[in-house]
T-cell receptor, first 115, second 113 residues
Framework: GNSVTQMEGPVTLSEEAFLTINCTYTATGYPSLFWYVQYPGEGLQLLLKATKADDKGSNKGFEATYRKETTSFHLEKGSVQVSDSAVYFC??????????????FGQGTILTVHP | NAGVTQTPKFQVLKTGQSMTLQCAQD?????MSWYRQDPGMGLRLIHY???????DQGEVPNGYNVSRSTTEDFPLRLLSAAPSQTSVYFC????????????FGPGTRLTVT
């Protein structure tokens, strides 16, 4: 099955700092890749996705590129805001066989942004 | 359009009690799933369904039961609650399995004493 190694947190940054959260995965087949965000007290919501190699997903200033050769999907943002404080989850999904539709989550990275 | 709804929001059970966590969706999604979230462990898949009448086990199915008689509903039953089942439970749906993103409900926080 799939597995995910996600950058350990917590990560603490000042507003307007550059953010990178590393994510590498192992997967059978050709997964889609997702980043989800969880704000305090809420469920997860999709932040961005990529479905094939070299695709770049982007949303709300966040970006991540599907790197098949390094099996990575690192999340970046050029200038974080206090409102970006949340838990971020990397998740590959698979389309085939016994892994159909299953998301495999990393343990999550807690991001805190200070003014 | 409510999306994915879960009830109850909070629940406290005593060891050995049973209960059902409800999940409903109005997006006509084929795929529905249940996860539990524990500190430092991300989300782990309990059970999932690829359509009405079809369910399958995830990573951590023991102690839980599901059924899917309609497209809209996917209840999760705890047969005999144990303290190890104290967790936050999320229901998620997707248009279908595979490459589609999942939409999560707001969660149910369950405490078993």
């Amino acid at each position: 099955g799939n597995s995910v190694t996600q950058m350990e947190g917590p990560v603490t940054l000042s507003e307007e700092a550059f953010l990178t959260i590393n994510c590498t995965y192992t997967a059978t087949g050709y997964p889609s890749l997702f980043w989800y965000v969880q704000y305090p007290g809420e469920g997860l919501q999709l932040l961005l996705k990529a479905t094939k190699a070299d695709d770049k997903g982007s949303n709300k200033g966040f970006e991540a590129t599907y790197r098949k050769e390094t099996t990575s999907f690192h999340l970046e943002k050029g200038s974080v805001q206090v409102s970006d404080s949340a838990v971020y989850f990397c998740a590959p999904s698979n389309a085939g066989g016994t892994s159909y539709g299953k998301l495999t989550f990393g343990q999550g990275t807690i991001l805190t942004v200070h003014p | 359009n409510a999306g994915v709804t879960q009830t109850p929001k909070f629940q406290v059970l005593k060891t050995g009690q049973s209960m059902t966590l409800q999940c409903a969706q109005d997006m006509n999604h084929e795929y529905m799933s249940w996860y539990r979230q524990d500190p430092g462990m991300g989300l782990r898949l309990i059970h999932y369904s690829v359509g009405a009448g079809i369910t399958d086990q995830g990573e951590v199915p023991n102690g839980y039961n599901v059924s899917r008689s309609t497209t809209e509903d996917f209840p999760l039953r705890l047969l005999s609650a144990a303290p190890s089942q104290t967790s936050v439970y999320f229901c998620a749906t997707a248009l279908s399995g595979g490459r589609y993103e999942q939409y999560f409900g707001p969660g149910t926080r369950l405490t078993v004493t």
